[in-house]
């Protein structure tokens, strides 16, 4: 029998996980991966903990809601069908998913990113700011330009000409003059700092600055 002790850091990437996909399959090691239900964004950490096994999870808010009933709750694996949840003197069984039908939502191969053509720090701060401002205006859509070296982000409503607008203006480098979109929606992260790279080729990386924690976020394609 093999025991893992789930830390309150993996407990809380894993609830970040959930509000990108709500199944997950969690592969025998030390790597947690997901993917959103549209194949628009991919996260992975590596945790402290190592799993014994691979093994699927469907609901993901359920089996995070029922470790909630634990103080320091630890997973016993002994067989591939069901996981024992343990923590002063209370337990649960908990029956996995079929591997089958949570795969999609494992991505097995590590993104390629292509390289940056804009890069850039955003600071927690910043980050809750443009999500609050985005609420508060309703504004779906956050660009990426970058001009003459300098580098904004600007949210607006790209299919409504006269909606409102804000911008948070960032220090970082660039290749050139760009106008990329990425839909705010697709953004879920984990509270902290990041260091984000955004390509050409459509596609972001969102790299957590104290946790080996990366995101990765398509971008819209350009109107046509």
Sequence with gaps: MSKVFLSNQTLQVLKNYSTINS???????SELKTISVGENAIAQYTCEESFPQT????????????LSLFESPTLEFNNQEYVYIRGRGRSAKYYFSDPEITLKSA???????PGADIQFSLTQ?????????????????????SQSGEI????RDKENDTSNGYSQTVVGDTTGDYELTIKVE???LHPGDYSV???KHLISEWKHQHLNL???VALEPEAS
């Excluded at 991505?107 to 990113?113: E, L, M």
């Excluded at 904004?152 to 949210?155: F, H, N, P, R, T």
């Design 23 to 29: 199944s997950i399959l969690i592969r025998e090691g």
């Design 55 to 66: 093994f699927g999870i469907y609901d993901l808010n359920q089996f995070l809601a029922g």
């Design 107 to 113: 991505p097995n191969k590590d993104v390629n990113f």
């Design 125 to 145: 701060e910043d980050l809750t700011g443009l999500q609050k401002a985005a609420n508060i205006y309703s504004l779906p859509d956050l660009v990426f330009r």
């Design 152 to 155: 904004s982000l600007e949210l």
């Design 186 to 188: 697709n953004i879920r």
């Design 197 to 199: 790279k955004v390509s």
């Design 214 to 216: 990366t995101y990765y």
